[in-house]
């Protein structure tokens, strides 16, 4: 790559919390909806997000009206309002995937200076997946040029997706009093002053949002040493927010109580637009109900930091394990196997939900799960690490 790497003028947004997008997009389908399906009427739910065709011939279309799994879901975060219009970047790029029987979600989040090829040319061949958003003033086109990207990328092509801006972060925090964020090590605020210490502690609207829009504070040795370095921690910590997030919303009846899961949904007001395709909000919420928010899987596209022409950039380093990986990572979403991809490449996790990995045993007469847990989960007296498991693959619950 000799050329130059062109990008578009304006100066990308800075921050947005990928918390509001997955809880607004997410919350009532992930969080469990079944108490909701018998007392609150289809359009009360379905009119209480905006929706729109956000994917337009991007979209892979549904046969039938029926929802049936894997599906996968194109989430993309700005600063900037919804209804804003106008040239805009995307701060967060999430694949969100739920697996073939509606029961296990997986969050990819895909890094905002991570260097793509645009398949349109616009704004530029090759920059940061940022700027793949700046296509148009008109957000759909813009929405759709983001979407072609990723998927000229990875190869995963979206039956539904959602867009939104951090302003439903704060609704959404505001909304439920506070959230448990566990960070890793003391972080100083380069905004605030504000120092946050390591460990578990309730946060309120403010000081959550300003926990996770933290970036420069990630660079101790611990961080280097465990990739969660810089933008790297940021994201953890998103991922962090978005699971503590659905699991308050469900802890205080958000899911059963149908006047309580409305006001929540409302509550997003312009700050969230969502698009279901073909499907139905309603069914949605109903057939995703056994969905735990707690053994959400988050995962971190393979890649690092790296320098082109005098210009700083994340790459999946070709020839690398990343690259190994990666290519790995898109074939476990279209094949739906990311339990396996992520017992493979642990490396890569970004929160603290793991699977259950299992060896075989010399004899190949059964499989026991792999020893050793990560991010801190405890092991009980048998060194089993636990995990929730659908009830198709027949496996047993171990508690937290």
Not at 85 to 114: C, F, K, W, Y
Not at 237 to 260: F, S, V
Not at 349 to 354: E, N, V, Y
Request: proline share 4%; charged share 20%.
């Amino acid at each position: 790559m000799s050329d130059p790497i062109t990008h578009a003028a304006k100066a990308s947004s800075p921050w947005w919390a990928k918390a509001m997008v997955i809880s607004g997009s997410m919350v009532m389908v992930v969080a469990g909806g079944g108490a909701i399906a018998g007392q609150v009427s289809l359009n009360l739910v379905n009119d209480s997000i905006n929706q729109a065709d956000l994917l337009a011939d991007q979209r892979v279309e549904s046969e039938g009206s029926d929802i049936e799994g894997p599906l996968n879901f194109l989430v993309l975060g700005t600063d900037e309002r919804v209804d804003a219009g106008g040239e805009a970047r995307t701060d967060a790029n999430l694949i969100i995937h739920i697996n073939e029987d509606l029961t296990q979600v997986s969050m990819i989040s895909l890094p905002r200076d991570l260097l793509v090829d645009i398949p349109s040319g616009i704004p530029a061949q090759q920059t940061k997946l940022t700027e793949a958003f700046a296509y148009s003033e008109d957000w759909g086109e813009s929405f759709q040029n983001t979407a072609e990207t990723i998927t000229n990328l990875t190869g995963v092509q979206f039956n539904g997706a959602a867009i939104a801006n951090f302003e439903g972060f704060l609704d959404m925090v505001g909304e439920l009093g506070t959230i448990e964020l566990c960070p890793w090590h003391d972080i100083t605020s380069i905004h605030t002053d504000k120092t946050f210490p390591k460990g578990c502690a309730e946060y309120d609207q403010k000081d959550a949002l300003d926990l996770v829009r933290q970036r420069y504070g990630w660079d101790s040795e611990e961080d280097y040493a465990n990739g969660t370095w810089g933008d790297f921690g940021r994201q953890k910590m998103q991922q962090q927010a978005i699971k503590k997030i659905l699991e308050r919303a469900k802890e205080q009846g958000y899911a059963t109580d149908p006047t309580k899961a409305v006001d929540l949904l409302n509550s997003f007001g312009d700050a969230l637009t969502l698009d279901v395709g073909g499907y139905n909000l309603f069914d949605m919420i109903t057939q995703m109900r056994n969905v735990d928010p707690g053994e959400i899987l988050s995962i971190g596209t393979p890649s690092s930091e790296g320098n082109l022409n005098g210009t700083s950039y994340v790459l999946i380093h070709e020839g690398t394990d990343e690259e190994t990986a990666s290519d790995a990572l898109w074939e476990a979403i279209k094949n739906d196997t990311l339990d396996q991809w992520a017992c493979d490449h642990p490396e890569w996790l970004s929160g603290d939900s793991t699977p259950t990995c299992s060896t075989v045993t010399e004899d190949a007469s059964e499989a026991v799960p792999s020893d050793g847990a990560t991010d801190g989960t405890e092991l009980d007296a048998s060194g089993l690490q636990p995990r929730a498991v659908t009830e198709a693959l027949s496996l047993w619950i171990m508690p937290y």
